[in-house]
């Protein structure tokens, strides 16, 4: 009796410290509470710091992925200034595990291209679009030239079959590329391990990743690249350690290789080791 009340208090003991070390990790939350996150924000995003450090909070609920790299994915859209809700389609937070790593990466969405590009100043028009059968009259790929007529009978479960981006400079400058969903999915498959593996963005939402390749592919090409624009074609699907991406060591890209080399620590940082989030404060 005696031995098995000692096995007990042991494993009570051990419990309890199992349940204290759960405490006392970090949380997306207990993070942004501290000042040096908050003010960090508040510098980049003045007055709109606390709203997004909300909607930070709100999209890294029941996120497998550790926080600073949900925090850090975060800080690259907020220098961007895009929302991260991923209902609005202008910047993500994705959640990626390898090798029983979990990490978060951040990923532009169309709209935040789209959204970029304006804001040069410099274009008249910016747009992607699906495209569906019967809708593609001419196109030719050398000078970027794309006509078609749009369908009002498309059907709801209907399919694409291709994508279209397009832009035109206020200098009378026009380009456009379209690519077919055959060749979307082999971009796809070259590129991402989660297309191949039957899970990730690519497979809940396969059409906006399409809009998004093929205008930031057509961007990268043929567009104006503001120092934001390049900003996001860097940081876009990588894991950010530090938000100045261009530092070639400040993003890593897990879902274009078949493994990761991410090390984030699970305690607080002491004051003496701030995370390169911080740094200058």
């Known amino acids: 009796m005696a031995l098995a009340g000692k096995g007990n208090e042991e494993l009570k003991n051990q419990l309890m410290h199992n349940q ?5 990790a970090p949380t997306v939350k207990s993070l942004l509470a501290l000042p040096e996150y908050k003010n960090r924000f508040t510098d980049i995003l003045k ?11 709100n999209v890294s609920r029941g996120m497998d992925a550790e926080p600073k790299s949900i925090i850090m994915a975060a800080a ?6 895009l929302p991260i809700d991923k209902n609005l389609g202008y910047a993500w937070i994705v959640p990626f595990k390898e090798k029983g790593v979990s990490v978060a990466q951040f990923q532009m969405g169309y709209k935040g291209y789209v959204q970029l590009a304006l804001r040069t100043g410099q274009y008249k028009g910016i747009g992607a679009v699906p495209v569906y059968a019967g809708e593609v009259k001419y196109y030719d790929e050398l000078l970027g030239i794309f006509e078609y007529e ?6 709801p479960d209907e399919k694409p079959i291709g ?3 397009k832009f035109a400079l206020l200098n009378g400058f026009e380009k456009a590329l379209y690519w077919t969903k055959e060749r979307v ?42 120092v934001e624009m390049q900003k996001a074609q860097v940081a876009d699907g990588g894991v950010i350690k530090n938000e100045d991406v261009t530092n070639p ?32 404060e």
């Not at 204290?20 to 006392?24: H, L, P, R, V, Y």
């Open 76 to 81: 690259v859209a907020a220098t961007l200034d």
């Open 249 to 280: 060591d400040s993003v890593e890209y897990p879902d274009n290789s078949d493994a990761i080399e991410v090390e984030y620590t699970t305690e607080v940082e002491s004051s003496g080791d701030k995370p390169e989030f911080l740094q200058g």
């Open 150 to 155: 749009p369908r009002d009978d498309v059907k």
């Open 47 to 57: 007055d709109k710091a606390p709203q997004f450090i909300s909607s930070i909070i």
């Open 20 to 24: 204290n070390a759960i405490q006392k």
């Open 185 to 226: 999915e082999k971009h796809a498959k070259k590129y991402s391990q989660t297309y191949k593996r039957g899970y990730g963005r690519w497979v809940e939402d396969f059409d906006s990743m399409a809009l998004k390749t093929v205008i930031k592919t057509l961007l990268s090409k043929w567009g104006i690249l503001s």
């Open 163 to 165: 994508y279209v981006a």
